[in-house]
C-alpha cells in the first residue's frame, strides 16, 4: 500500500509515528542503535564494501561493529582469480582480513551445495563452488529445515567456542529479535 500511495489515514499516521520514531533512534518507546542498509552493485568487491562503511560511519560519526553481506556468491574478489572456486576462497580471505583489520563482525550468506543440502549435518565442505571457503571464515552457520514446521541453526565451523546447535518452530508469523541485556545474555 505505502509503494502504490494507498495508505488508508489510520495506516499513514501509523508510518509517519514510525518514520519519527526512527529520526530520533527509538523504536516502540525504546533507544534502538542504527541500521543502514547500503544497496551496492552486484559485482562489488570487499574493498568496495570496506570504502561505502567506512563513508558511512564518517557520515554518522560512529562504527558498526557488524557488517551484513547478503550475499558473497554475487561479490567478486578485489583481484581477480582464474577459477571461480578460488574467487569465493578470495572474497572469504578478504571479508576475513577485513573484518580483522577494524575489528568487525562481518556476517555474509553463501549457498550450500547439493550434498550440504541432503546432509543430515552441515560440514566445511558442503560450501557451494568452493572448498576452501571454510578455510578463510572464522564462524560457519546453517539454516536449514528439518521438518515441514521445524528449522535448525547449526555452527559447522566456530573460532574459540563449542559447536552449538539451535532448533525452531517455523512460526515466523510470532517470532521476534528482542535485545538481552549482557546480564540476560549469560543468563541464556
Not at 539454516?143 to 512460526?171: C, H, M, N, W
Request: glycine content about 4%; hydrophobic content about 35%.
Amino acid at each position: 500500500s505505502l509503494k502504490r500511495g494507498k495508505l488508508t489515514t489510520q495506516e499513514k499516521a501509523v508510518y509517519r509515528q514510525y518514520l519519527r520514531d526512527m529520526a530520533e533512534g527509538k523504536y516502540r518507546n525504546k533507544n534502538v542503535g542504527k541500521l543502514v542498509i547500503i544497496d551496492v552493485p552486484g559485482d562489488c568487491t570487499p574493498a568496495f564494501v570496506e570504502n561505502k562503511v567506512k563513508e558511512k560511519e564518517q557520515e554518522y560519526k560512529c562504527n558498526f561493529p557488524v557488517v551484513f553481506l547478503d550475499y558473497a556468491g554475487i561479490m567478486r574478489p578485489n583481484i581477480s582469480k582464474k577459477e571461480m572456486r578460488h574467487e569465493k576462497a578470495e572474497i572469504a580471505f578478504e571479508l576475513k582480513q577485513y573484518a580483522r583489520k577494524y575489528d568487525k563482525v562481518v556476517v555474509t550468506a553463501e549457498q550450500m551445495n547439493r550434498i550440504g543440502k541432503n546432509q543430515k549435518k552441515t560440514e566445511n565442505d558442503a560450501i557451494a563452488e568452493s572448498d576452501a571457503v571454510a578455510d578463510h571464515i572464522d564462524w560457519g552457520i546453517a539454516i536449514r529445515s528439518t521438518e515441514e514446521d521445524l528449522g535448525v541453526i547449526e555452527s559447522f565451523k566456530t573460532r574459540d567456542t563449542a559447536p552449538f546447535t539451535v532448533y525452531f518452530r517455523k512460526q515466523y508469523n510470532i517470532m521476534k529479535i528482542e535485545e538481552l541485556t549482557e546480564v540476560e545474555a549469560w543468563d541464556v
